[in-house]
Structure formats: C-alpha cells, structure tokens
C-alpha cells in the first residue's frame, strides 16, 4: 500500500485549503505522490482520495487526462525527447531511436537496471534549440548525437 | 530591425531580481497605474489596440469590458500553458523578466478590479515556474503584492499553478476546468469566461505576453504604442522562431514586418538550401508555400487575407530537405494525442487524420487517401466545443492542397519524394507514428 510521507501529507494537507476550491489540490497532490512513488497507480490513487475525502473517480481521472501523470514505472531517468514539428526536423526522433537501441530497452520501457526510461513527448517549447530532450525536469537543448551520449553517461 | 521594448533588458542577469528590475525601471509604472481610476486604464488599452498575444488575437481591452458592472469577485487568469509546437516566447518571457509579467499583472487586475489572480503554467516548464514562484514570493515581500498595495487601498494575490501536460489547458475555458481541479476539457460559450468563468465566477484570460504590453500602455500611452505595428496590430509582438534557420530564436518586430525580413533576421536558410514553406503561426496555421512567404506580412490582418494565422507568433521555416508529408504525420498525431475527446467530430476526426496520413508515410497510401484527408478535415471545422478541432483540420487542409505531388508521390512510389526510402533507426514505423 502507498503512504504519502509525513511532509508529503502536510504538503497535501496545506494544498486542500490554498485554493478556492479543494478540488484544484488534486493537481498538487498528484505531483507530490508521483514525487514520492515515481508513477500513479491504484493504490495512490486510493490513498489520495482517503487523504483528500474527494471520490477516487475523480482522481482517476484527473491522473489518467494529464501526460505527465506516469501511467506505469519509468526509469530513475525519465528521459522524454520532443518529437514535435522543429525536434523532429532536426533529427529529434533519430536520436530517440539511438538511444533505444544503446540502451537495450523499448520505447516507454525501463531499463534492467531501473536507470533509465525513453519515451516520444509532444512540443516542450525549445523550438529554438531543436533538437532537445527532458531529463526528469531538467531541459537539455541544442542536442546532437555526441552531447546525448554524454548527456546520458554522465547521469547516476 | 529588432525592435525590442519588452525585451529590452532581457540580456541582463539581474533583471531576473526585483532589485533588478527595479533598477531598469521597473515597478514604477504600477505606481502611477493604482493611483488611476480603472475605466481608465481600460480606456487606455482599448485606444492602445492591443490584441491578445496568445493566438487569437482577440482586442484586450474589448475582452475587459465583457465583464459585468457589479461588485461580484472575478478573477485575473494569466495563461502561462504555451503549448502551440513552435512557440517558446512565454517561456523567454518568464526565466527572464518575472517581474514584468507581474507588474503588468497588478496593473491589469486593478483595470478589471480582480483581487486575485493565477498564473497558469504547463507543468513542463518547472524552471521558469521556479522563477516565478520566487518573483511572486519577493514581490510580496516589497509591498507589489498582497494587502493595500503602494497605500493606494488596493489589494490583490497572485497564485501560481502548474498543468500536467496536456495542449488543451491553453484554450481559456479548458485552462478553466483544470484550474478547478477537473480534466482540462473546455466548456461551451455562451456564458464567455468574462461573465462566468472560474468556479463561475466572472474571469479575464490573458497571454503572458499581452499583460506584459499593458504595463508600456500605461507607461508611454497609447500612441506610443501603436507608433510600432499597424493600424489593425499595433504594437511589437515576440516571434519565436525555428526550422531550418541559421539563427532561430525569439525576436521582438513591429506587427507587420515582412515574413522574408523575419527569416534574414534569424540568419537566413542554411548553405545550399531553398525555402519550401513556412507555418506562420504555430502547428494550427495553414502552411504558406515559399511563394506566398516572399509576399506574408506578419500581423493578424494580412496573414488571415492569405488564408493562415499569425496565431502564437511561432514561424517555423521549412527548408527543401524536408518531407512534407512527413511534417503533417507529425502535426496530424500531435492533435490525435491532445484532442480532449469530448466532441465527436474532433475525437474522432483527429484520430482519422492521424491514421491515414500515417498510413501514407509508412507506404501503405492509397490515391483516394488524399481526398479524404480533405474530407474529414472539412468534416471538422466549426462544429465543436473548443477550436482544437479545427486547429488540425486547417494544417491538414493546407498540407494537401499545397503540396499534393508530394502526397500523390509518396502514395504511387511508397517513398518521400525528398528523402526517399527513409526509415529511422531504433524507432518502428509504428513508433514513429505514434
């Protein structure tokens, strides 16, 4: 069963009464539980809404409308790279395609060793910088083959 | 040509800080703004011809007036969801002048007499929203925000909340809805978010971009303003700009700059290569062929007279390496992926589109397929909700009937007619597409 943490649930808490209308906590506390589990499954989801006192209906399908809600594990390094019209014009899915086949894993899949998941994300706003990718939060821009392999080796 | 008045001091570190901004000039205009009565201002942004920011170009000052004369709460929505591929200029504006963004929010909550606004960010952008958290947190700490601002008896809060990823939280009324806590699908108008919007409450949207402008209305007046653009898009406007460029980034022009000027400014097309198109206005414009760019004007009035949009100000420049009908694969499942799926026409129209131009691309295309690519994007238009709808369907259309050799090639022979047996390793067709 999933717990929130105790600063977790004081983060929800606080959350619950910030806006006008609880409701716009779910966002939030989505977030933090994600933080904390690394994807959304039935049990957060359970335990949100027991926490919340909000249907469990309407977290579901809060969680399963929103991309960034991970519907199923990802890697330590959840690398998202934008596929999008400037990213894949310079070349944003080729680098995708090779950092599968170096790593041994599917698209959306986690590697054996948990350190890594790859998926395809739609356009982050770096269109200027095209190609780029997103590793957890952080933006890695300007990319190309040799900056990725870089990238990605120097990651725990 | 760059003409740069809101970014005037983006290359200095400091004007990130509210030290820094204040050194620049910043947080003196709010000064002058409370003490003003609102009509005022409204007047000021109205006679200032200032349109929306965000894409739909929309007059602000017309948007304000919407809002009932009475004493009930509304709020100020800033939207902060940039979302349209190949816009980036919000963003800019956020990582490098906080600041701005939120004086000009003060200002224009004082306009519309809002006592509370949000600033409604895509959960992508967790840097800038780090930054204006801070901004927020230090504006308040300066007396910018909160109870009785400046002594002027005006008080007002300003909130941020993070989206979770998904395109249609940038349309007001789904940006609404997620706001509220519930999935981002937008809500039919009538009632406009002026009358009831927020937990039904009266609420006025605004691009990042557009009440960043409204602090210089005030500051400089509205001939000053209208001193740039044209007479029906007065002002300057951030052009994030991509594609095969030398130099793409965002530019602050004057409206109305001519399309072939913006590309020479982003330091022209790369060695050896010719234009081929250019998407105007974010991936929902209709395409321009390389003819039509060498005559686009870029404001809201000549692009729509050439059938596109200026939409979000996001050029993308297409060069003549590219594959066209690979670009619309890539457009057609962006909008499969982001339709909401609550009207029909949309839900399932976005997946059709989707499916058969990649059917097309992965050589399985037939000759009618281009035909009815037409036809179910025809099928889409104006009989929805929101306009995501029809933002898939105009790019599609365009795509078609522009460059059909293209389609027509790729369905006779099984290749791109540009980069013939392409496939892209590590990724299946499937994948690709997908």
């Known amino acids: 069963?999933?717990?929130?943490?105790?600063?977790g649930l004081s983060f929800v808490k606080k959350e619950l009464t910030r806006y006008e209308d609880k409701r716009s906590a779910v966002i939030p506390a989505l977030y933090r539980a994600q933080e904390e589990h690394g994807w959304i499954n039935d049990d957060v989801i359970e335990h949100l809404a027991q926490v919340m006192e909000i249907p469990e209906?309407?977290?579901?399908?809060?969680?399963?409308?929103?991309?960034?809600?991970?519907?199923?594990?990802?890697?330590?390094?959840h690398v998202q790279v934008c596929c999008n019209i400037s990213c894949a014009m310079a070349g944003g899915r080729e680098l995708l395609g090779s950092m599968l086949e170096k790593n041994h894993v599917g698209l959306d899949e986690v590697t054996k060793d948990g350190k890594f998941s790859f998926s395809k994300v739609e356009c982050l706003g770096s269109c200027g910088t095209a190609p780029m990718m997103?590793?957890?939060?952080?933006?890695?821009?300007?990319?190309?083959?040799?900056?990725?392999?870089?990238?990605?080796?120097g990651l725990k | 040509m760059e003409v740069k008045i809101l970014t005037e001091h983006y290359d200095k570190d400091e004007y990130v800080t509210l030290k820094g901004y204040q050194k620049n000039g910043g947080y003196e205009i709010i000064k002058k703004a409370l003490k003003m009565k609102p009509e005022e201002i409204i007047q000021l942004v109205k006679d200032s011809g200032l349109r929306g920011r965000g894409g739909a170009g929309f007059p602000t000052g017309m948007k304000w007036s919407f809002l009932p004369k009475n004493n009930e709460p509304r709020y100020l929505l800033c939207n902060a969801d940039e979302g349209e591929p190949g816009t980036y200029k919000d963003r800019l504006m956020m990582e490098r002048a906080p600041h701005q963004l939120i004086e000009g929010m003060v200002i224009s909550a004082h306009a519309v007499q809002s006592k509370k606004s949000y600033?409604?960010?895509?959960?992508?952008?967790?840097?800038?929203?780090?930054v204006v958290e801070k901004a927020i947190r230090e504006a308040y700490d300066a007396g910018f925000l909160g109870k009785?601002?400046?002594?002027?008896?005006?008080?007002?809060?300003?909130?941020?909340?993070?989206?979770?990823?998904?395109?249609?939280?940038?349309?007001?009324?789904?940006?609404?809805?997620?706001?509220?806590g519930l999935k981002g699908q937008p809500k039919l108008k009538p009632p406009f978010p002026a009358v009831q919007g927020y937990l039904r409450k009266p609420t006025i949207v605004n691009n990042v971009e557009t009440l960043a402008c409204v602090t210089y209305?005030?500051?400089?007046?509205?001939?000053?303003?209208?001193?740039?653009g044209t007479e029906k898009s007065p002002g300057t406007k951030l052009f994030s700009i991509s594609g095969d460029l030398q130099k793409p980034g965002n530019y602050e022009v004057a409206l109305g700059i001519s399309l072939m000027d913006m590309i020479q400014m982003a330091g022209g097309l790369k060695p050896g290569r010719k234009l081929k198109a250019v998407i105007p206005g974010g991936s929902s414009a209709p395409v321009l062929t390389?003819?039509?760019?060498?005559?686009?004007?870029?404001?809201?009035?000549?692009?729509?007279?050439?059938?596109?949009?200026?939409?979000?100000?996001?050029?993308?420049?297409?060069?003549?390496?590219?594959?066209?009908?690979?670009?619309?694969?890539v457009i057609m499942s962006f909008y499969h992926h982001e339709s909401c799926g609550q009207c029909t026409p949309c839900r399932e129209g976005t997946g059709w589109l989707d499916k058969v131009v990649r059917g097309i691309v992965s050589g399985q295309g037939r000759v009618q397929d281009i035909d009815l690519i037409e036809t179910v994007a025809k099928n889409?238009?104006?009989r929805t909700i929101c306009a995501l709808s029809d933002a898939a369907a105009m790019p599609a259309i365009s795509f078609v009937t522009k460059f059909r050799d293209e389609f027509e090639f790729f369905v006779r022979e099984k290749k791109s007619k540009v980069k013939g047996d392409y496939k892209i390793k590590g990724l299946s067709d499937a994948q690709v597409h997908h």
């Open chain 1, 1 to 7: 069963m999933f717990q929130l943490s105790k600063e």
């Open chain 1, 57 to 77: 209906a309407h977290i579901f399908e809060v969680a399963t409308f929103y991309t960034m809600f991970n519907k199923q594990p990802v890697g330590k390094n």
């Open chain 1, 134 to 153: 997103q590793v957890n939060d952080d933006y890695y821009e300007n990319l190309d083959q040799k900056k990725v392999d870089e990238i990605l080796r």
């Open chain 2, 119 to 130: 600033i409604y960010i895509r959960g992508e952008y967790t840097y800038p929203y780090k």
């Open chain 2, 148 to 180: 009785n601002i400046l002594g002027t008896g005006f008080d007002h809060d300003m909130d941020i909340y993070r989206g979770a990823g998904a395109y249609i939280c940038g349309e007001e009324t789904g940006m609404i809805s997620s706001l509220e």
């Open chain 2, 217 to 228: 209305i005030v500051k400089d007046g509205p001939q000053v303003f209208r001193k740039n």
């Open chain 2, 290 to 329: 390389a003819e039509e760019a060498q005559k686009a004007k870029m404001d809201f009035d000549s692009l729509a007279a050439m059938g596109t949009m200026l939409g979000s100000g996001a050029v993308i420049v297409i060069d003549d390496s590219q594959c066209m009908v690979d670009i619309l694969s």
């Open chain 2, 380 to 382: 889409m238009m104006g």
